[in-house]
């Protein structure tokens, strides 16, 4: 099983990123999809989720810091979820991961799998 994220890189303050994390070796439907960051000296922290919810549907989580400006999706089909960064700040400069897991809870201390990360730098 394989997470690979894609789509960072150096952006000024104001502008947009698109990260991308496509799943291998097995079919994410049903699971919990998740972005965490970590920036230099810091602890990896939620950022976003796509839940699976109620047997049925997903829905979409964000942390206060990211709300408004930050947008998760998936397309199952791809076995892919996305994270659509605008209006970003140079606090949002981490290095950001995906995780995903089965279950009620989503954090970064237990996610069944995980990215490689990707780079994320925003300058003011």
């Known amino acids: 099983v394989q997470l690979v994220e894609s789509g960072g890189g150096l952006v000024q303050a104001g502008g947009s990123l698109r990260l991308s994390c496509a799943a291998s070796?097995?079919?994410?439907?049903?699971?919990?999809l998740g972005w965490f960051r970590q920036a230099p000296g810091k602890e990896r922290e939620f950022v976003a989720a796509?839940?699976?919810?109620?047997?049925?549907?997903?829905?979409?989580d964000y942390a206060d810091s990211v709300k408004g400006r930050f947008t998760i999706s998936r397309d199952d089909t791809k076995n892919t979820v996305y994270l659509q960064m605008n209006s970003l700040k140079p606090e949002d400069t981490a290095v950001y991961y995906c995780?995903?897991?089965?279950?009620?809870?989503?954090?970064?201390?237990?996610?069944?799998?995980w990215g490689q990360g990707t780079q994320v730098t925003v300058s003011s």
């Open positions: 995780g995903a897991n089965r279950g009620l809870r989503i954090s970064a201390t237990n996610m069944d799998y």
């Open positions: 070796g097995r079919t994410f439907t049903m699971f919990n």
């Open positions: 796509s839940r699976w919810s109620d047997g049925s549907t997903y829905y979409a």
